[in-house]
């Protein structure tokens, strides 16, 4: 995006400092990479930082609306509300693609945002070893509103453990150690303390939850969850320790309604100019005439499952008349092509990480994640055969 910029760092870049990075971060933590890294970050300018800083912020308005949990009621399937939710969510992610408008200006416009913990630990980490192993011009950072890693740390400590100790708090998901961005789970176990457990690996004694710590009975008073109901509910050959949807004696961090509410559910309540415009499915009196201008979504889904680019009324017609409020539809954006790879260009989506510790009254911009693509899909498994592509991070100018 910054032409002197992105030319000093593709000449500087071998193969070899590629390497020592991936290595770097594996020895930080003893574990393997189990997704791909790009070979670079990205770097922002000024300008559209600024936009980025503006398209959050009106989705963060909506999110503090005082009736945003009455809009969102619809968005929680019934047998997977929980008991006990928080006046807030304590993590946003909300994921911009980065297009050109009229003027050809760079613009963010929304493709997703989630009321769930990313990889908040991974992203610093990443952002720390391109530092240590490739030249980050002065003047660039990767926090936006933390003035420096500590800082950084201890907003993270204040919204995972929220003043519990370490034992207390148990990063909780399905089969973690085969998770595929599970190194994240033990950047923060190395952070923090909070180590990753599996649901089947919990019990409860009344209305109180415990683990297995190095052989002693621990009680859980807080979850760090990244258990998503949607893939639970397509585990086979899995047995919960306990039912995460009854009134239990434990704190979440993050609580599994905002998963539902903050979501593609949330998208058509939304207004402005970085949102495209969206619409439930069931909204529709008919098939749109201009149906290779949309994108057909599931609401209740995750990293791109069940979307369709290329629509067709015979898509839109084998969905059920009940089931179309749980689809819905949205106007393409077109990725800009605007990261000079060595062997091409590469298409960008910058995430925005806020962080929203209990009883704050706004959220910080923490952070950010970003996915360069070549393909059709940004997701990093739709990615593998490419270089130049993955999981990196955005360093944005000040």
């Not at 800082?151 to 003043?163: K, T, V």
């Not at 998770?179 to 952070?191: L, M, S």
């Amino acid at each position: 995006m910054i032409k002197e910029i992105r030319e000093r760092y593709n000449a500087g870049f071998t193969k070899e400092k590629y390497q020592q990075f991936l290595k770097g971060i594996e020895d930080e933590v003893n574990k393997e990479i189990l997704f791909r890294v790009a070979e670079t970050p990205v770097f922002v300018p000024a300008v559209l930082k600024q936009r980025l800083i503006e398209a959050g912020k009106s989705i963060i308005d909506v999110v503090k609306r005082p009736d945003i949990k009455a809009i969102t009621e619809g968005a929680i399937p019934d047998h997977l509300r929980v008991p006990n939710e928080d006046a807030h969510p304590l993590f946003l992610c909300v994921d911009f693609a980065i297009c050109r408008d009229e003027q050809g200006e760079l613009i963010p416009q929304l493709i997703e945002f989630q009321g769930f913990p990313s990889l908040f630990g991974w992203q610093a980490l990443v952002a720390d070893m391109f530092r240590k192993h490739f030249e980050i011009p002065k003047g660039f950072e990767f926090l936006i509103e933390c003035e420096d890693h500590q800082a950084y740390l201890n907003l993270l400590s204040r919204a995972i453990l929220a003043g519990h100790r370490k034992e207390e708090v148990v990063l909780l998901e399905i089969r973690p150690e085969i998770q595929k961005t599970n190194i994240d789970f033990y950047v923060i176990e190395k952070w923090l303390g909070v180590r990753p457990v599996c649901l089947s690996k919990i019990w409860a004694e009344g209305n109180q939850i415990f683990y297995d710590r190095d052989g002693v009975k621990t009680r859980i008073k807080r979850f760090y969850n990244r258990v998503i109901f949607d893939d639970l509910e397509k585990q086979e050959d899995f047995t919960p320790g306990v039912d995460l949807t009854q009134p239990w004696d434990v704190e979440w961090a993050e609580h599994p309604n905002w998963f539902f509410r903050l979501s593609k559910y949330t998208m058509p309540f939304l207004n402005s100019p970085f949102v495209p415009q969206t619409k439930f499915l069931s909204d529709f009196d008919s098939i749109p005439q201009d149906l290779d201008q949309w994108v057909l979504k599931p609401l209740f889904s995750f990293s791109g499952q069940g979307v369709i680019f290329d629509v067709s009324a015979a898509d839109i017609e084998a969905i059920p008349a009940a089931e179309r409020k749980d689809y819905i539809m949205q106007r393409k954006v077109v990725y800009e092509p605007v990261i000079q790879a060595p062997n091409g260009l590469v298409k960008c989506e910058i995430r925005l990480m806020y962080i929203w510790p209990p009883g704050d009254e706004n959220p910080v911009l923490a952070a950010n994640l970003t996915r360069l693509s070549k393909g059709v899909m940004i997701g990093v498994r739709y990615n593998e055969d490419h270089d130049w592509v993955g999981g990196t991070v955005s360093f944005l100018e000040r």
